[in-house]
Structures are given as structure tokens and as C-alpha cells.
């Protein structure tokens, strides 16, 4: 999603990510025509093994975007444990969305996770949405990081 967002491209063959990748983008915000926002986007590998590198990018996060894939519930079942570790070291107070991405595959019948399914564990995330995106076919990317984008500056009181 976040090569998506900042490159506007899909790689079919993405070799998932080891560590952390980073990305920057500039957003100009129709609502603020003089308001000028720059995002850094921590994509951060979600094997058990790699948990021990994902602490410091968390200290400095202003929003988390939770994301797991509509194809598999495994993923959907592990977003509690993610938002666990991230507590853990920021606390509760930054604004989150969660996505179920892959929504293409999931049309094809492929679905694992229901919508209803998504629209409770953002409840119970206490996330300010849920989306059902494709990173592929870039189906409500932009939306969802306008909207946490959004969220990030009422919190921080940017606008």
C-alpha cells in the first residue's frame, strides 16, 4: 500500500519486506490549499522474527494504519497482537484506521474475513475507520491515508 500511495505503482512479485522500508510523500490538501503536509511511511515486516526491530520506528509514529489481507483471517486475527506491541511502546492516544486490503482477491471469492468482521475490530481498535482497499488495483488507497492524514493534524491541532 504504501508503494502504492507514494509511487503510484504495484510490483506483482514484491518480495515482503525485511526489517523496515521508509517512504516520503508530499500531500496537498484540497480542504488547505496553502497547507503543505509531508508524510513518512514506516512499513514495518510483520514476522515474529523481526519484532525486536520494530520498537524504535513506533516511538516516533504520530498514527498507526493497520492493515491485514481479506484473504487470509490469520492476518485479521494477528492485528490485536500488533496493536498490543505498538501500545506497548506509544501508549493509545494516536489516531489508527484499519484496512483489510486485497478486496480484489476477495471479490473472486477468495474473502476470509467478512466486512461486518472488519467494521468490529475497528470498534474495538477504536480506529477512526475501516476500509476494504486494494493495494493492486488501487482501490481506496489515497482515501485512506487523506483520512489519517486528516486525523493526524485535528490531533495535533495543524489546523
Not at 115 to 126: I, R, S, Y
Request: hydrophobic share 35%; with cysteine; glycine share 6%.
Amino acid at each position: 500500500m504504501v508503494l502504492r500511495y507514494c509511487e503510484n505503482t504495484f510490483k506483482e512479485n514484491y518480495i515482503m519486506t525485511i526489517g523496515s522500508n521508509f517512504s516520503t510523500k508530499q500531500v496537498d490538501l484540497e480542504e488547505y490549499p496553502n497547507y503543505l503536509v509531508k508524510l513518512q511511511l514506516w512499513d514495518l515486516a510483520g514476522q515474529k522474527h523481526f519484532s525486536f526491530v520494530r520498537p524504535p520506528f513506533y516511538r516516533g509514529a504520530t498514527a498507526i494504519v493497520y492493515v491485514f489481507d481479506l484473504t487470509r483471517r490469520s492476518s485479521f486475527q494477528s492485528i490485536l497482537d500488533w496493536k498490543d506491541e505498538v501500545e506497548k511502546v506509544i501508549g493509545d492516544g494516536k489516531p489508527s484506521i484499519l484496512v483489510g486490503n486485497k478486496i480484489d482477491l476477495a471479490e473472486q471469492g477468495n474473502r476470509e474475513v467478512g466486512e461486518g468482521d472488519g467494521e468490529a475490530l475497528k470498534e474495538e481498535l477504536k480506529a477512526i475507520d475501516y476500509y476494504e482497499a486494494s493495494a493492486k488495483q488501487n482501490i481506496k488507497v489515497e482515501s485512506i491515508f487523506k483520512n489519517i492524514t486528516m486525523a493526524i493534524l485535528e490531533k495535533t491541532k495543524k489546523i
